[in-house]
């Protein structure tokens, strides 16, 4: 009984460890390199325009959007401020729900678990996450036009 007790806390921390080490390496990519494929960064905010950076796929520099609201849309331009801001935190959730998959599905399979069975589950963390990023983008994109 305590060799089954000490084995289930081992694969507790075990996977208590991993979700940190998911979390560091996300913050790092998200935070410290400001890794952001397809995502958006502000280059120059004067008060008249807003000057973005967007990416490509693989997070290098495609092409330079400005955003030059009306009267009636200033508004819009700290809410697409906001949501360029509000992406490095998706990326972080995105990139650790991708890493803590890799991980968990490892664990699950070499544990006995059918690898068609863990990836349908662990899918679905990676997909929610995405579809917030997704869902952002499509903001930016429909504020810039």
């Not at 495609?62 to 992406?87: A, C, G, H, I, S």
Request: glycine share 6%.
């Amino acid at each position: 009984m305590k060799e089954e007790t000490a084995g289930k806390v081992r694969r507790i921390l075990m996977r208590a460890v991993l979700l940190l080490v998911a979390l560091g390496i996300s913050y790092i990519f998200a935070y410290t390199f400001h890794y952001a494929p397809q995502g958006y960064e502000v280059v120059e905010k004067n008060e008249a325009e807003v000057l973005l950076q967007k990416n490509n796929s693989i997070g290098v520099e495609e092409e330079q959007l400005t955003f030059m609201p009306n009267d009636e849309q200033e508004w819009k331009v700290d809410y697409l401020l906001d949501l360029v801001n509000r992406q490095k935190g998706q990326y972080w959730i995105f990139f650790t729900t991708i890493l803590t998959t890799f991980f968990f599905v490892g664990a699950d399979v070499r544990k006995g678990e059918p690898l068609r069975k863990v990836l349908f589950f662990s899918g679905f963390y990676v997909l929610f996450s995405a579809l917030a990023l997704v869902k952002n983008w499509n903001t930016i994109k429909d504020i810039v036009g």
